[in-house]
């Protein structure tokens, strides 16, 4: 294998694929009777939650935590949210925008998905 020809300055053109790459997918999805912008997780965000759940086992507090991480990682809005923020919300609330999240990242199964409009950026 030999390195391409670029002796007519020729610039090597990025293939369709690979300037897809780091491309974040995005839609609105209700909190609070409001509405917020979530992002579909990276393969390795998903892989990294899923790291953590199987550490976790049944430590209600390790549970919350990734749930808060799953917000954080998957809501632009709540990056900077602390620990005592989260505190203050319904945790019904944060758990359906931490399943909207996840099954908008392909985790766990949409049963709206005909209904799901993704949007680019």
């Not at 300055?9 to 790459?21: G, T």
């Not at 758990?95 to 099954?103: D, E, V």
């Amino acid at each position: 294998m030999s390195a391409p020809n670029l002796t007519n300055k020729e610039v090597p053109v990025m293939s369709a694929m690979k300037a897809l790459v780091g491309k974040r997918l995005r839609k609105i999805s209700p909190f609070m009777e409001e509405e917020v912008e979530i992002l579909k997780l990276s393969v390795s965000e998903v892989m990294g939650i899923q790291k953590s759940a199987k550490d976790i086992g049944e430590d209600e507090t390790a549970n919350f935590r990734l749930l808060q991480d799953v917000i954080k990682v998957g809501c632009p809005d709540a990056a900077d949210l602390t620990p005592e923020d989260f505190d203050q919300f319904p945790l019904d609330e944060l758990s359906k925008l931490s399943n909207a999240i996840m099954q908008f990242s392909g985790v766990a199964g949409d049963p709206n998905a005909k209904s799901s409009q993704a949007t680019n950026s």
